[in-house]
Each structure stands twice: as C-alpha cells, then as structure tokens.
C-alpha cells in the first residue's frame, strides 16, 4: 500500500513538473515573440510615423556637408509644414524657418545652404548642431510661420545625410529624424518665442532657408 502511494505521488510531482517547465517554455515563447513584433510600448521610433516632433543632428566634419531631406508622404492631412528650429552644440537658437509641403512632395537640400550666413548670434554659423523640426498645419494663410502659434499635426518624415572622413576613407550614412513624439507646450512655446526673438531683433539674420522642392 505504502510502495502504491509513493509511485502515485511520484508520478504526481513528475506531472507538476511537467506543467511548470511547459509554462515556463510558453511564457518563453511569448516573450520571445512579444520581443520580436516590439512590443506594443509607445516609445519613439525613428523616421517621422504618427509623431509631431522630429530632431536630428548635423556634423560637417573635415568632409564638408550634410544633407537634409523632409517628405510629406500622404493627404490625409492636406498641406503641412516643416517649422525648422537650428541650434548649435551650445544649445542657442541660430535659425529659424517655415517651410511647406504639399502632399507627397520632397524637400531637399545641403544643410549648409538652409542655414546660408544668417546665423542669428555672433560665432558664425556652426559646424555641428541639432535640427529640430514640428509637423504643423499652415498658420500664415497657406504659409508657415515658426514663430506663430500653431498647430502640429502629423505627420512629416525627415532623414539627413552624414558625410565621413576617417584617415582616407570617406563615406556617406542617411539617418532618419527621431520622432520624438510631441512637444510639450512648454518647449513649443519656447522654440516659438526664440524663433521671434532672433528673426525680430533687427539684425536681418536668424532666418534659414527651406529645402528645394526636387
């Protein structure tokens, strides 16, 4: 009878066992799955998508120029524009601009250009710095004004070309804008009032130029 019992509950342990490692190996499976659909978080991914606010950043470098592409890639939205703000590796707004896209259209440009010599503050125009750009309805009749209220909507793409020099080896990397999501009202806020400021102190700069339509 004793012998009896033991097996049963040997085989009993044995069955718990068994159930545990096939959890185990399921919840495995599903982590592993979750992992490679991404998960369902709302973090930023890269490259416009349903955010407003897009940034990346720009290195001239001993090889010379970058190159900046915004697209409008849909009409659900209608017109939008691309309010560009510019700040150099100091944190200081140098330029500022307003530019509109129609849908599916391609802006494009050096990014030496789009800043040009207008750079807002002494120092001269930088060779490094961050590009930060807000998908807006247009707010100046049909026309875009970064330095009035606005209201972002999605959604622009963005991608900016590095030029590299490494001994005598150069080459090229495009990276898209990181969609950040959206601005807060406190940096909206602050990115259109320094836009004002620069472009209003009477000194003719601090105003970029926008991409070419290709």
């Known amino acids: ?11 009993s342990r044995l069955g718990m066992v068994a159930i545990a490692l096939l959890a185990i190996m399921t919840g495995a499976s599903a982590n592993a799955a979750t992992l490679r659909r991404g998960g369902t978080s709302s973090g930023a991914s890269s490259g416009g998508g349903q ?3 897009l940034s990346g950043y720009f290195d001239f470098g001993p090889a010379g120029d970058n190159l900046i592409r915004l697209e409008n890639p849909t009409s659900a939205n209608g017109n939008l524009c691309a309010m560009i703000y510019v700040f150099n590796a100091g944190e200081s707004m140098g330029e500022c601009c307003g530019c509109l896209l129609t849908p599916n259209e391609l802006l494009q440009d050096s990014i030496k250009t789009v800043l040009g010599p207008g750079w807002g503050f002494s120092g ?3 060779g490094t710095g961050v590009i930060q ?4 309805l247009p707010n100046n009749g049909r026309l875009c004004s970064p330095l009035q209220v606005y209201t972002p909507t999605p959604t622009l793409n ?3 070309t590095h030029s590299h020099l490494i001994g005598t080896i150069s080459g090229l990397t495009e990276v898209s804008l ?3 999501g959206s601005a807060d009202p406190t940096e909206e806020t602050s990115l259109i009032n320094t836009c004002g400021a620069i472009i209003g102190n009477g000194s003719g700069s601090g105003s970029c130029t926008c991409p070419r339509a290709e």
């Open 1 to 11: 009878m004793r012998t009896k019992l033991a097996n049963r509950w040997r085989r």
């Open 51 to 53: 955010g407003t606010f």
């Open 124 to 126: 001269g125009t930088p």
């Open 133 to 136: 750009v807000i998908s807006a």
């Open 158 to 160: 963005g991608w900016i």
């Open 178 to 180: 990181v969609d950040n």
